[in-house]
């Protein structure tokens, strides 16, 4: 049974039962800021689990699309992964506790459903705690299906709380049962509470299957009261079921993964299991993150699909595969992409749709970051291999550390996970202190490295500085590209600013000028600084018109989410404000005049 006939066959079964078939909701939840993403089936129906009625009425079905990265460091294991679909059926109301135990039975077991072994099933009951009472009916109700040596009471274990589902620390909540089964070739048979606990550790059992009972709501953390109605909320995770229905003992060997750790097994010059499976989880994350409108940034949602294609490059090295992607090369990232749409793009047309968006995004993150990334581990297997006094040192020093992000751009969490894998330990306090004296250090020492510098280092020259980036680039928007900066001479009271331009602004250019300035100023853009070798920095289209007088680690400052869509980007010395509103009050141009043959300046005030 592949996992499309799995799909199916889980909805049809409710489908039977009187539940309509609801389309998966995108990864990005559209009226919840609290999160990134849809991490559970239910998460897109809170409004209906608290009481609202759905126009489809009381029972509902559907394959959700979830991404989780909180346990992104146990990626590589047979059972965790970022993207997942959670198969889920819900009663709004409608059936509770009695129904629904008898029918994940049902389908588990019966030639209807998944025909598993029963002999072979543990469940899970809720202990009970101070918001909720022992959760001794589901106990009676499995008792019927699941011989009661099977059946485990679970509390608090010093950690979480077992078989308690919440999306959060406001909304619904309650307790749930939990089926398990067992992977192993020979049967683990009867065992105590103790022995299934160490099973479950193990991986030896499986969860496959989760139903909660939503009849509570909390607030601000604590239980607060009842629901209008006592729901249903069901979840089985795809990934986990065809695993046990495909008698695999991890989820990468499964018709979901298989074809992309086949190629990854066959092009692999480094057979290194937990690589191959990063890889693959990744590229498929991004996949759908990327067909449900996600583009990599530096905050928020981007932060994450930006971050699993730069994993997933790391990795991929380890691999040994094709440094570089293109139109022919069958081993990038990109190409494992191609891979994942021919799976997907029959199940969700979006992927289908963005099929180019997907790929050019994937190929052109894996070559901007190999460009940096290939000097700084370099430096970084350099570092962790220097011995003192014939001892080699089991800790990176800060300062190295720091050098790495500052000058080549490394993410912190592949440092991390490079120096932990060599048995290396990083102090980032230190790191932290270093990067804070830096950029205090940036805002503080460089009046005199850019043409007519800054008169001090206040408030206010602080803001006209800033409004000096934001002016050259709305003139080279007004004007034309061939406007390059040729001085500039900061002072608490306004800005003077040269640049080249043949002839005399219109009255109507300068307003044009103004209004730029004021909008990025009301958009509240972060001023962003990062500090690269000169080759690097010139890649990321920065402005820089003062030819040889910069070193060869310059720092750039960029004003936007990112340096890639930034509004403005400079080789610049600093100091700057940290974000546009800082700018207090409104651009105006004083003054425009000529300086000398093709070069004007212009003065202006922020008031």
Known sequence: MDSTEIRQRFLKFFEKRGHAI????????????????????????????????????????????????????????????????????????????????????????????????????????????????????????????????????????????????????????????????????????????????KADDEQKVVEIWNNVFMEYVKKDGKVVGKLPNKNVDTGAGLERLVMVLQKKNNIFDTDLFKDVVDELERVSQNKILRSKRIVADHIRTSVMLIADGVTPTEKDQGYILRKLIRRSVVHADKLGLSKYPNSSGPYSMFSLAEIFIKKYESIYSNIKENRKKILEIIGNEEIKFRETLKSALKILENYVTVSVGGMVTKNLSASKVFELITSYGMPREIIEEEVKERGFEVFWDQVELMLKKHQELSRAGAEKKFKGGMGDTSEKSLQYHTATHLLHQALRMVLGNHVSQKGSNITPERLRFDFTHGVKMTDEEKKKVEDIVNEQIQKKLPVEVVSLPKTDAEKTGALHFFGDKYGDTVTVYYIGENIEHAFSKEFCGGPHVKNTSELKGIFKIQKEEAVSAGVRRIKATIE
């Open 22 to 197: 609801l389309p998966s909701a995108p990864l990005v939840p559209e009226n919840d800021p609290s999160v990134l993403f849809n991490t559970a089936g239910m998460q897109p129906l809170v409004p209906y689990l608290m009481g609202e009625p759905h126009p489809q009425g009381k029972r509902l079905a559907n394959s959700q699309k979830c991404v989780r990265t909180q346990d992104i460091d146990e990626v590589g294991d047979n059972t965790h992964d970022t993207f997942f679909e959670m198969l889920g059926n819900w009663s709004l109301g409608d059936y509770f506790k009695e129904e629904a135990i008898k029918w994940s039975f049902e389908l588990l077991t019966s030639d209807e459903g998944f025909k598993l072994d029963p002999r072979r099933l543990y469940v899970t009951v809720f202990a009970g705690n101070d918001d909720a009472p022992k959760d001794t009916e589901s106990f009676e109700i499995w008792k019927k299906y699941i011989p009661e040596n099977r059946i485990y009471f679970l509390g608090w274990n010093g950690k979480k709380e077992p078989n308690w589902w919440e999306a959060g620390a406001n909304g619904p909540c309650g307790p749930d049962t939990e089926m398990f089964y067992d992977v192993t070739p020979e049967g683990l048979g009867d065992m105590t509470k103790e022995e299934y606990l």
